[in-house]
């Protein structure tokens, strides 16, 4: 009895075996694109969280870049606009930068993790490629920034009301209307990218060394916020001319060198005219990239 009932339990085990692998097989696959996909989806949220609670701020900024105006006057211009068109234009940033941080920061750890598998080079010079590449990517999404451009500038206030009509209104000039500007963001997303990812790491092991979570999380604030504003007050001037430019309705094309030399010729050719509005821009990218790097961080171990 004993030996048929042994032989009998192997033979249903037999037959369940294949089952639970096959099982496991299928859930495995699951597990691991979720974890492909973790960041993402921390990039994605981090952006969102940063832009519905420093939007405001960035507008101000915005009105001083356009207009080389004091802070004071920028924060009056919107008071004149009223309370219900300080949120106009949200929604081309909370679409740009949802997608863009999720791609920098998951594009940046998938193209360093293939590169490192497959191209003998130093450890720095491929994360460095895989910065670059990541922000080059996040320029496809021009057309997002540059209608927000328009969205915020008060010229343009009776042409059009929403991201709808300011799309339907670059239409009409061409493909190439939406992408004005190009130059100056892909030169700003790759440097930026590739000073953000290279810096992040060395300035956190310099920070106290955390024992909890709150610590933690006070630290990647801390990491993310000196970076962001350090990184925001370097590549101003070139925000500068990339709003300028992206300021304007059809008409000619004009180069990054031309635009920069007409703002210098309006700003009395002083370089301290050129920042105005980077003391608020060092204060916004200090709280901006604070709650984007400590989101992300805080995501990534929750996820």
């Known amino acids: 009895r004993k030996i048929l009932s042994n032989m009998m339990d192997s033979e249903a085990h037999e037959k369940r075996s294949p089952i639970l692998t096959s099982s496991k097989q299928d859930i495995s696959p699951h597990i691991t694109n979720v974890g492909e996909m973790k960041h993402y989806l921390c990039g994605c949220c981090a952006a969102f969280n940063n832009v519905a609670i420093t939007f405001p701020i960035q507008k101000v900024l915005f009105r001083q870049q356009l207009y080389g105006i004091k802070t004071r006057d920028a924060i009056l211009q919107l008071r004149r606009d009223g309370f219900r068109n300080l949120y106009r234009g949200i929604l081309p940033p909370?679409?740009?930068?949802?997608?863009?941080?999720?791609?920098?920061?998951?594009?940046?750890?998938?193209?360093?993790?293939?590169?490192?598998?497959?191209?003998?080079?130093?450890?720095?010079?491929?994360?460095?490629v895989a910065a670059v590449l990541a922000g080059t990517t996040e320029a496809i999404?021009?057309?997002?920034?540059?209608?927000?451009?328009?969205?915020?500038?008060?010229?343009?206030?009776?042409?059009?009301?929403?991201?709808?009509?300011?799309?339907?209104?670059?239409?009409?000039?061409?493909?190439?209307?939406?992408?004005?500007?190009?130059?100056?963001?892909?030169?700003?997303?790759?440097?930026?990218?590739?000073?953000?990812?290279?810096?992040?790491?060395?300035?956190?092991?310099?920070?106290?060394?955390?024992?909890?979570?709150?610590?933690?999380?006070?630290n990647d604030f801390i990491c993310g916020g000196l970076l962001g504003a350090m990184l925001g007050f370097l590549f101003f001037p070139i925000n500068v001319v990339k709003t300028r430019i992206q300021s304007q309705i059809g008409g000619e094309f004009q180069s990054f060198p031309k635009v920069f030399q007409k703002i210098w010729l309006?700003?009395?050719?002083?370089?301290?005219?050129?920042?105005r509005g980077a003391h608020l821009n060092y204060h916004r990218s200090l709280i901006s990239w604070g709650i984007i790097n400590a989101t992300y961080e805080f995501l990534l171990k929750v996820i």
């Open 266 to 275: 309006e700003r009395d050719r002083k370089l301290i005219n050129l920042f």
């Open 94 to 128: 909370l679409m740009q930068k949802t997608t863009t941080l999720a791609l920098m920061f998951g594009l940046y750890e998938d193209l360093s993790c293939l590169l490192h598998k497959h191209v003998s080079a130093p450890e720095f010079a491929t994360c460095g």
């Open 141 to 218: 999404f021009t057309p997002l920034e540059r209608v927000q451009t328009l969205l915020q500038d008060h010229k343009h206030h009776d042409k059009f009301t929403n991201t709808y009509q300011a799309f339907k209104a670059l239409k009409c000039h061409g493909i190439g209307e939406y992408y004005r500007g190009l130059v100056p963001i892909l030169f700003r997303n790759g440097l930026s990218n590739v000073l953000f990812f290279g810096l992040r790491g060395p300035i956190k092991e310099h920070l106290p060394t955390a024992t909890t979570h709150s610590a933690h999380l006070v």
